[in-house]
Protein backbone atom coordinates (compact mmCIF):
# COMPACT_ATOMS: atom_id res chain seq x y z
CA UNK A 1 0.00 0.00 0.00
CA UNK A 2 1.13 3.28 -1.00
CA UNK A 3 -0.26 6.70 -0.01
CA UNK A 4 0.75 10.28 -0.97
CA UNK A 5 -0.21 13.80 0.15
CA UNK A 6 0.63 17.16 -1.32
CA UNK A 7 2.47 20.06 0.11
CA UNK A 8 0.13 22.99 0.55
CA UNK A 9 0.47 26.80 -0.03
CA UNK A 10 -1.57 29.55 0.94
CA UNK A 11 -2.32 32.21 -1.65
CA UNK A 12 -4.02 34.55 0.87
CA UNK A 13 -5.36 33.98 4.28
CA UNK A 14 -2.15 34.02 6.34
CA UNK A 15 -2.72 34.24 10.24
CA UNK A 16 -6.41 34.36 9.23
CA UNK A 17 -7.67 30.49 9.73
CA UNK A 18 -7.10 30.39 13.19
CA UNK A 19 -9.14 33.22 13.99
CA UNK A 20 -12.44 31.64 11.89
CA UNK A 21 -11.51 33.61 8.66
CA UNK A 22 -11.11 32.10 5.64
CA UNK A 23 -8.51 31.25 3.53
CA UNK A 24 -7.43 30.69 -0.09
CA UNK A 25 -4.74 28.02 -0.31
CA UNK A 26 -3.34 25.13 -3.25
CA UNK A 27 -2.17 21.92 -2.96
CA UNK A 28 0.79 21.31 -4.58
CA UNK A 29 2.87 18.09 -6.04
CA UNK A 30 5.04 18.09 -3.51
CA UNK A 31 4.53 15.12 -1.59
CA UNK A 32 5.46 12.74 0.86
CA UNK A 33 4.76 9.15 0.49
CA UNK A 34 4.02 6.19 2.78
CA UNK A 35 4.61 2.96 2.04
CA UNK A 36 4.13 -0.41 3.55
CA UNK A 37 3.96 -3.96 4.15
CA UNK A 38 2.98 -6.35 6.29
CA UNK A 39 5.83 -7.72 8.79
CA UNK A 40 3.76 -10.60 10.40
CA UNK A 41 5.11 -9.00 13.85
CA UNK A 42 3.17 -7.21 16.84
CA UNK A 43 5.17 -4.07 15.53
CA UNK A 44 5.57 -0.71 12.88
CA UNK A 45 8.72 -0.31 11.66
CA UNK A 46 8.73 2.99 10.30
CA UNK A 47 12.04 3.64 7.91
CA UNK A 48 12.08 8.20 7.42
CA UNK A 49 14.14 7.90 4.31
CA UNK A 50 14.57 11.67 4.64
CA UNK A 51 16.12 11.56 8.30
CA UNK A 52 18.02 8.80 7.72
CA UNK A 53 16.27 7.13 10.88
CA UNK A 54 14.02 4.49 12.11
CA UNK A 55 11.30 4.35 14.36
CA UNK A 56 9.95 1.48 15.84
CA UNK A 57 6.38 0.96 17.93
CA UNK A 58 4.73 -1.82 19.15
CA UNK A 59 1.14 -2.22 18.54
CA UNK A 60 0.84 -2.17 22.19
CA UNK A 61 2.67 0.40 23.36
CA UNK A 62 0.91 2.85 25.81
CA UNK A 63 -0.26 5.50 23.75
CA UNK A 64 -1.88 7.89 26.65
CA UNK A 65 1.14 10.37 27.28
CA UNK A 66 3.11 11.46 23.56
CA UNK A 67 5.36 14.16 23.13
CA UNK A 68 4.13 17.36 21.12
CA UNK A 69 5.78 16.66 17.79
CA UNK A 70 5.50 13.15 17.85
CA UNK A 71 3.30 12.85 15.13
CA UNK A 72 3.18 9.23 13.86
CA UNK A 73 2.36 8.06 17.69
CA UNK A 74 -0.36 10.81 17.66
CA UNK A 75 -1.73 9.82 14.52
CA UNK A 76 -1.98 6.61 16.11
CA UNK A 77 -3.65 7.39 19.33
CA UNK A 78 -5.76 9.56 17.28
CA UNK A 79 -6.60 7.03 14.96
CA UNK A 80 -7.65 4.32 17.95
CA UNK A 81 -9.83 6.95 19.59
CA UNK A 82 -12.35 7.17 16.37
CA UNK A 83 -12.05 3.17 16.57
CA UNK A 84 -9.69 2.57 13.98
CA UNK A 85 -7.63 -0.30 15.42
CA UNK A 86 -4.21 -1.10 14.18
CA UNK A 87 -3.66 -4.69 14.49
CA UNK A 88 -1.19 -5.71 12.68
CA UNK A 89 2.57 -5.11 12.14
CA UNK A 90 4.09 -3.34 9.00
CA UNK A 91 7.00 -2.38 7.74
CA UNK A 92 6.69 1.37 6.56
CA UNK A 93 8.81 3.51 4.36
CA UNK A 94 7.88 7.34 4.43
CA UNK A 95 9.62 9.79 1.74
CA UNK A 96 9.18 13.01 1.25
CA UNK A 97 10.46 16.28 -1.61
CA UNK A 98 8.95 18.60 -0.04
CA UNK A 99 10.87 21.29 1.90
CA UNK A 100 11.08 20.62 6.11
CA UNK A 101 10.35 23.52 8.17
CA UNK A 102 9.70 25.44 5.56
CA UNK A 103 5.87 27.19 5.45
CA UNK A 104 4.66 24.57 2.96
CA UNK A 105 3.41 22.00 5.78
CA UNK A 106 5.35 18.89 5.99
CA UNK A 107 4.34 17.93 9.21
CA UNK A 108 0.47 18.14 8.05
CA UNK A 109 1.86 16.24 4.73
CA UNK A 110 3.28 13.24 6.96
CA UNK A 111 -0.14 13.44 9.29
CA UNK A 112 -2.89 13.30 6.07
CA UNK A 113 -0.06 10.52 4.06
CA UNK A 114 -0.42 8.60 7.31
CA UNK A 115 -4.05 8.42 8.10
CA UNK A 116 -4.82 7.83 4.58
CA UNK A 117 -2.60 4.68 4.62
CA UNK A 118 -4.14 3.44 7.81
CA UNK A 119 -7.21 4.23 6.81
CA UNK A 120 -6.81 2.24 3.91
CA UNK A 121 -5.46 -1.11 5.54
CA UNK A 122 -7.10 -1.33 8.69
CA UNK A 123 -10.40 1.07 8.17
CA UNK A 124 -13.07 -1.36 6.23
CA UNK A 125 -15.54 1.81 5.13
CA UNK A 126 -16.04 4.06 2.26
CA UNK A 127 -14.29 8.04 3.87
CA UNK A 128 -13.84 11.37 2.19
CA UNK A 129 -11.41 13.21 1.98
CA UNK A 130 -12.76 15.74 4.46
CA UNK A 131 -12.97 12.84 7.37
CA UNK A 132 -8.86 12.03 6.50
CA UNK A 133 -8.97 15.87 6.59
CA UNK A 134 -10.66 16.56 10.31
CA UNK A 135 -8.82 13.39 11.79
CA UNK A 136 -5.38 15.19 10.56
CA UNK A 137 -6.63 18.37 12.31
CA UNK A 138 -7.60 16.27 15.82
CA UNK A 139 -3.67 14.78 15.48
CA UNK A 140 -1.99 17.87 14.78
CA UNK A 141 -3.97 20.83 15.75
CA UNK A 142 -6.51 19.40 18.94
CA UNK A 143 -4.55 16.28 20.12
CA UNK A 144 -1.01 18.36 20.33
CA UNK A 145 -2.81 21.66 21.66
CA UNK A 146 -1.26 23.52 18.18
CA UNK A 147 -2.07 27.16 17.43
CA UNK A 148 -3.23 26.38 14.02
CA UNK A 149 -6.23 26.09 12.37
CA UNK A 150 -7.95 23.45 9.40
CA UNK A 151 -5.89 25.12 6.60
CA UNK A 152 -3.56 22.65 6.00
CA UNK A 153 -5.06 19.72 6.72
CA UNK A 154 -7.88 20.42 4.16
CA UNK A 155 -6.57 22.03 1.33
CA UNK A 156 -3.84 18.91 1.76
CA UNK A 157 -6.63 16.41 1.61
CA UNK A 158 -8.84 18.20 -0.97
CA UNK A 159 -6.37 19.43 -3.30
CA UNK A 160 -6.71 21.74 -5.58
CA UNK A 161 -7.26 25.13 -5.07
CA UNK A 162 -10.03 26.07 -2.70
CA UNK A 163 -11.71 28.92 -0.66
CA UNK A 164 -12.13 27.57 2.92
CA UNK A 165 -13.84 28.49 5.47
CA UNK A 166 -12.68 27.69 8.74
CA UNK A 167 -14.86 28.74 11.66
CA UNK A 168 -17.01 25.90 13.35
CA UNK A 169 -19.58 25.09 10.84
CA UNK A 170 -16.73 25.78 8.17
CA UNK A 171 -17.51 24.83 4.49
CA UNK A 172 -15.21 25.14 1.67
CA UNK A 173 -15.99 25.73 -2.47
CA UNK A 174 -13.41 24.78 -5.28
CA UNK A 175 -11.90 27.25 -7.37
CA UNK A 176 -10.81 26.57 -11.13
CA UNK A 177 -7.89 28.20 -10.61
CA UNK A 178 -5.97 30.08 -13.75
CA UNK A 179 -2.64 30.05 -11.66
CA UNK A 180 -1.46 26.54 -12.36
CA UNK A 181 2.30 26.93 -11.88
CA UNK A 182 3.83 28.72 -8.72
CA UNK A 183 7.74 29.08 -7.87
CA UNK A 184 8.59 28.02 -4.76
CA UNK A 185 11.90 29.40 -2.88
CA UNK A 186 12.98 27.87 0.03
CA UNK A 187 14.89 30.62 2.52
CA UNK A 188 16.52 27.91 4.86
CA UNK A 189 15.89 30.36 7.73
CA UNK A 190 14.22 27.71 10.05
CA UNK A 191 11.09 29.23 11.23
CA UNK A 192 9.41 28.31 14.81
CA UNK A 193 6.45 27.63 13.94
CA UNK A 194 4.07 27.57 17.37
CA UNK A 195 5.76 29.90 18.80
CA UNK A 196 4.84 32.49 16.16
CA UNK A 197 1.81 31.53 15.28
CA UNK A 198 0.86 31.48 19.34
CA UNK A 199 2.16 34.81 20.18
CA UNK A 200 0.48 36.39 16.88
CA UNK A 201 -2.85 34.65 17.95
CA UNK A 202 -2.89 35.77 21.62
CA UNK A 203 -2.76 39.49 20.50
CA UNK A 204 -5.47 39.30 17.65
CA UNK A 205 -7.92 37.11 20.28
CA UNK A 206 -7.08 39.84 23.11
CA UNK A 207 -7.90 42.69 20.65
CA UNK A 208 -10.95 40.79 19.70
CA UNK A 209 -11.72 40.67 23.35
CA UNK A 210 -11.44 43.93 24.34
CA UNK A 211 -13.69 44.87 21.94
CA UNK A 212 -16.32 42.34 22.75
CA UNK A 213 -16.57 43.69 26.50
CA UNK A 214 -18.40 46.86 25.47
CA UNK A 215 -20.37 45.48 22.29
CA UNK A 216 -20.56 41.23 23.27
CA UNK A 217 -22.30 40.67 19.47
CA UNK A 218 -18.34 41.99 17.82
CA UNK A 219 -17.86 39.29 15.03
CA UNK A 220 -14.76 40.06 13.58
CA UNK A 221 -15.38 38.63 10.19
CA UNK A 222 -18.34 41.10 9.73
CA UNK A 223 -15.72 44.39 9.65
CA UNK A 224 -14.95 46.33 6.96
CA UNK A 225 -11.74 48.19 6.09
CA UNK A 226 -13.96 51.35 6.24
CA UNK A 227 -15.17 50.48 10.01
CA UNK A 228 -11.50 49.92 11.33
CA UNK A 229 -10.97 53.57 12.79
CA UNK A 230 -14.07 53.57 14.99
CA UNK A 231 -12.39 50.52 17.11
CA UNK A 232 -8.98 52.76 17.39
CA UNK A 233 -9.93 54.68 20.83
CA UNK A 234 -10.46 51.02 22.20
CA UNK A 235 -7.39 49.59 21.96
CA UNK A 236 -3.69 50.58 22.54
CA UNK A 237 -1.92 51.44 19.36
CA UNK A 238 -0.18 47.37 19.41
CA UNK A 239 -3.46 45.98 19.90
CA UNK A 240 -4.99 48.19 16.84
CA UNK A 241 -2.05 47.25 14.50
CA UNK A 242 -3.01 43.58 15.07
CA UNK A 243 -6.73 44.11 15.09
CA UNK A 244 -6.53 46.22 11.89
CA UNK A 245 -4.19 43.36 10.06
CA UNK A 246 -6.58 40.87 10.33
CA UNK A 247 -9.44 42.85 9.11
CA UNK A 248 -7.35 43.90 6.09
CA UNK A 249 -6.12 40.59 5.39
CA UNK A 250 -9.47 39.31 5.50
CA UNK A 251 -10.49 41.96 2.67
CA UNK A 252 -7.85 40.90 0.67
CA UNK A 253 -8.75 37.28 0.75
CA UNK A 254 -12.21 38.28 -0.15
CA UNK A 255 -11.39 40.29 -3.16
CA UNK A 256 -9.23 37.74 -4.37
CA UNK A 257 -11.84 34.98 -3.86
CA UNK A 258 -13.82 37.26 -6.54
CA UNK A 259 -11.41 37.57 -8.85
CA UNK A 260 -10.45 34.37 -8.93
CA UNK A 261 -14.14 33.25 -9.55
CA UNK A 262 -13.86 35.02 -12.79
CA UNK A 263 -14.09 33.46 -16.12
CA UNK A 264 -10.48 34.67 -17.07
CA UNK A 265 -9.01 36.56 -13.60
CA UNK A 266 -6.55 39.32 -14.30
CA UNK A 267 -3.27 37.82 -13.04
CA UNK A 268 -1.74 41.20 -12.46
CA UNK A 269 -4.61 41.80 -9.76
CA UNK A 270 -3.92 38.96 -8.19
CA UNK A 271 -0.39 39.29 -8.26
CA UNK A 272 -1.01 43.29 -6.53
CA UNK A 273 -3.46 42.01 -4.16
CA UNK A 274 -0.67 38.92 -3.17
CA UNK A 275 2.20 42.07 -2.30
CA UNK A 276 -0.60 44.12 -0.36
CA UNK A 277 -0.84 40.49 1.99
CA UNK A 278 2.62 40.00 1.82
CA UNK A 279 3.19 43.71 3.06
CA UNK A 280 0.74 43.61 6.00
CA UNK A 281 2.53 40.40 7.39
CA UNK A 282 5.92 41.78 6.73
CA UNK A 283 4.85 45.44 8.06
CA UNK A 284 2.14 45.14 10.78
CA UNK A 285 2.74 41.26 11.71
CA UNK A 286 6.30 41.42 11.67
CA UNK A 287 6.36 37.91 10.41
CA UNK A 288 9.63 38.27 7.70
CA UNK A 289 13.71 38.17 8.36
CA UNK A 290 15.60 40.10 6.06
CA UNK A 291 16.59 37.24 3.76
CA UNK A 292 12.76 36.66 3.22
CA UNK A 293 12.46 40.85 2.62
CA UNK A 294 15.91 40.47 0.13
CA UNK A 295 14.25 37.35 -2.13
CA UNK A 296 11.02 39.28 -2.08
CA UNK A 297 12.33 42.63 -3.44
CA UNK A 298 14.47 40.17 -6.06
CA UNK A 299 11.26 38.52 -7.49
CA UNK A 300 9.62 41.88 -7.72
CA UNK A 301 12.37 43.52 -9.68
CA UNK A 302 12.67 40.83 -11.96
CA UNK A 303 8.91 40.37 -13.19
CA UNK A 304 6.87 38.68 -11.71
CA UNK A 305 3.03 39.73 -10.56
CA UNK A 306 3.08 39.17 -6.67
CA UNK A 307 4.96 37.33 -4.31
CA UNK A 308 4.27 36.71 -0.65
CA UNK A 309 5.70 34.80 2.85
CA UNK A 310 3.78 32.10 3.08
CA UNK A 311 3.39 29.85 6.52
CA UNK A 312 3.42 30.89 9.72
CA UNK A 313 6.72 33.07 9.27
CA UNK A 314 9.68 33.71 10.73
CA UNK A 315 11.33 32.06 8.16
CA UNK A 316 10.34 29.22 5.36
CA UNK A 317 9.42 30.12 1.72
CA UNK A 318 8.12 32.54 -0.47
CA UNK A 319 5.67 31.98 -3.10
CA UNK A 320 6.21 34.03 -6.54
CA UNK A 321 3.23 33.75 -9.08
CA UNK A 322 5.02 34.74 -12.58
CA UNK A 323 4.95 34.00 -16.07
CA UNK A 324 7.01 31.61 -18.18
CA UNK A 325 8.62 33.84 -19.60
CA UNK A 326 10.56 35.37 -16.55
CA UNK A 327 10.83 31.82 -14.44
CA UNK A 328 14.36 31.06 -15.22
CA UNK A 329 15.43 34.82 -14.26
CA UNK A 330 13.26 34.90 -11.07
CA UNK A 331 14.72 31.24 -10.28
CA UNK A 332 18.72 32.23 -10.74
CA UNK A 333 17.75 35.58 -8.63
CA UNK A 334 16.69 33.47 -5.58
CA UNK A 335 19.77 31.38 -6.22
CA UNK A 336 22.00 34.35 -6.37
CA UNK A 337 20.98 36.16 -3.11
CA UNK A 338 20.75 32.40 -1.12
CA UNK A 339 17.93 30.58 -1.36
CA UNK A 340 18.01 26.99 -0.07
CA UNK A 341 15.96 25.32 -2.74
CA UNK A 342 13.54 27.05 -5.66
CA UNK A 343 11.26 24.95 -7.23
CA UNK A 344 8.34 25.00 -9.97
CA UNK A 345 5.22 23.54 -8.54
CA UNK A 346 1.96 22.84 -10.18
CA UNK A 347 -1.28 22.48 -8.35
CA UNK A 348 -1.97 19.02 -6.76
CA UNK A 349 -4.92 17.21 -7.25
CA UNK A 350 -4.74 15.95 -3.07
CA UNK A 351 -4.21 12.65 -1.76
CA UNK A 352 -4.26 9.20 -3.01
CA UNK A 353 -3.01 5.66 -2.23
CA UNK A 354 -2.18 2.99 -4.58
Known sequence: ???????????????????GLPVIACAINKYMIVEGVPNNANYLLFTLINLN??????LNEDFSVLKKGDHIRHVIRTLI?????????????????????????????????????????????????EF?????????????????GRMDQYS?????????????AFSFKKINNPVKSFIIANSG????????????????????EKIKLNNPTFNLKEISVK????????????????FRAAVENHSITQTAYLELKKKNPNLNNIGKLM???HNILKNDLSVTVPLIDRMIDLALKNGSYGAKIIGSGGGGSILILTNKVNENKIINAMYKVGAKEVVKANVSPGIFSL
Open 132 to 148: IAELAYKSEVLEQEGSG
Open 81 to 129: NNNINIDTGYDIKISSDIFINAGISSSSALTVALISFFIKVFYHKTCSE
Open 156 to 168: ISLGNTIFLETKN
Open 53 to 58: KIIKIN
Open 227 to 242: EISQYKSRLSKTSFKY
Open 189 to 208: VKKKTDLVLKNLKSKVISAV
Open 275 to 277: NRH
Open 1 to 19: MKSKAPARICLFGDHQDYL
